[in-house]
Nanobody, 125 residues
Framework: QVQLVESGGGLVQAGGSLRLSCAAS????????MAWYRQPPGKQRAMVAA???????NYADSVKGRFTISRDNAKNTMYLQMNSLKPEDTAVYYC???????????????????WGQGTQVTVSS
C-alpha cells in the first residue's frame, strides 16, 4: 500500500554532482521522518542524511558540507543533492521513511518504516 521509489543515481566523475529523489506513494497519512542510507560494496548500510518533520537535519560526518537533504512535504518527496562527489561515495543509496498510513479497508497504521529499492551511485576517479 506504500511505496518508496528512488531515482537519480548514475555514473559521475569525481568532483561532479548528482541529485537523488525519493517519492513516497500510497495511502499515506503523514510522514514523520525521512532519511537516506547507503551501502558500499562489501560494507554495511549506514545513514547518510536524515530529515524530520520539524525541520531538523542530520548528516554523516563524511558528507557534511557536500550533501544536502531536502523535502517537499506536499509531494511526499525527499531529495539528496550530492556535490563534490568522491569515489568513496560509491554505493547503493536507499531512502527510508517513518510514516503513518491507512489500508484500503480503512485501518490506520502508525509509525511504520518503509525502504525504497535503492539506486546505484558510482563515482569514478
Amino acid at each position: 500500500q506504500v511505496q518508496l521509489v528512488e531515482s537519480g543515481g548514475g555514473l559521475v566523475q569525481a568532483g561532479g554532482s548528482l541529485r537523488l529523489s525519493c517519492a513516497a506513494s500510497g495511502n499515506i497519512f503523514s510522514i514523520h521522518s525521512m532519511a537516506w542510507y547507503r551501502q558500499p560494496p562489501g560494507k554495511q548500510r549506514a545513514m547518510v542524511a536524515a530529515s524530520t518533520t520539524g525541520g531538523s537535519k542530520n548528516y554523516a560526518d563524511s558528507v557534511k558540507g557536500r550533501f544536502t537533504i531536502s523535502r517537499d512535504n506536499a509531494k511526499n518527496t525527499m531529495y539528496l543533492q550530492m556535490n563534490s562527489l568522491k569515489p568513496e561515495d560509491t554505493a547503493v543509496y536507499y531512502c527510508n521513511a517513518d510514516l503513518d498510513f491507512t489500508s484500503d479497508s480503512g485501518s490506520y497504521y502508525q509509525g511504520y518504516v518503509y525502504w525504497g529499492q535503492g539506486t546505484q551511485v558510482t563515482v569514478s576517479s
